[in-house]
């Protein structure tokens, strides 16, 4: 072997030791591109309008709002409530559901703070009571306080509204019930879920200084209120007031009747309602 082989050894020797590194640094570099794109989170799988964090318990646990995986627990008012607004009952309530599982169609009745500022502005006509003032939802039982701003800037509560869920599935909406009475405006007569005829007696007590009480009876599938009276005196302290109010409505309907007093600082200050069915003779 001549002494120019011997000195070529090393080259070759070299080279293929550069080879090695260099393949072996490539090869990590893809073992490492491999594990990231393993890990990252998929978002494209996530609903729309929603973020990849990891969702509430009352979070779909699929990619979609509208087939959860595991058929959740059937969702029912309580005996004994009556169904006011917006569902007269659990049929309407699927139906809305067939159309947001479709299209999306009118969200809010998943929100109990716009369900009940809805039911008060909307069907109510209680167009200045324009604030959420307090929210406590349990499970599929809501209460949420609806007011408006004092002139000092803080919240004032004009009533607190009882919704609950109805129908079934994660996506069941919210639905008025009756208000939870406050101490300074109650209406107690007549009673809750109880059976009615026109005319109609309504009462309750009030705590107030010149107080202008304004009573409404509303049927679900009325454009306006069915029966009404308004400027009825009311005040003092913890005293009973009355009024007497004819309404016209088929038989077994489920009406609101709903007593408000204001003026003072807003049109409407505090409200009440409660929730009663006709009875045969109903008509006035």
Sequence with gaps: MSTGDQSSHPARHN???????TGAVVAAVLV??????????????AAPG????????????????????????????????QLLWPFANDSEAAAWQRGYREGGHQPWHLDAGETAQSFTQGYLGYT??????????NGTDARVGVGYKLPDGRMSTAAVIHLVKVGSGQDAPWEVVGTDDVATLTLTTPG?????????TVGGRITGVDESLRVQVLRLSEPKAIGQAGGIPAGGQNTAWTATVSFSAPADSVL??????????????????TGVRTGPAAGG
């Excluded at 080279?15 to 590194?21: A, F, G, L, Y």
């Excluded at 591109?33 to 978002?43: E, N």
Aim: proline share 9%; no cysteine.
């Design 192 to 200: 809750y879920g109880s059976t009615v005829t026109s005319p109609v």
């Design 50 to 81: 929603t973020t990849t964090s990891s969702p509430t318990a009352a979070s779909p646990t699929t990619t979609t709002t509208s087939q959860p995986s595991t058929p959740p627990a059937t969702t029912a008012p309580a005996a004994g409530d």
């Design 15 to 21: 080279r293929s030791r550069k080879w090695w590194i």
């Design 128 to 137: 200045t009571i324009d604030q959420i003032t307090t929210t406590t939802i």
């Design 256 to 273: 609101t009747i709903a007593v408000s007093t204001g003026g003072h600082i807003n049109d409407v200050e505090r409200f009440a309602i």
């Design 32 to 45: 490492a591109l491999a594990a990231v794109l393993t890990v990252r989170p998929r978002s494209d799988n």
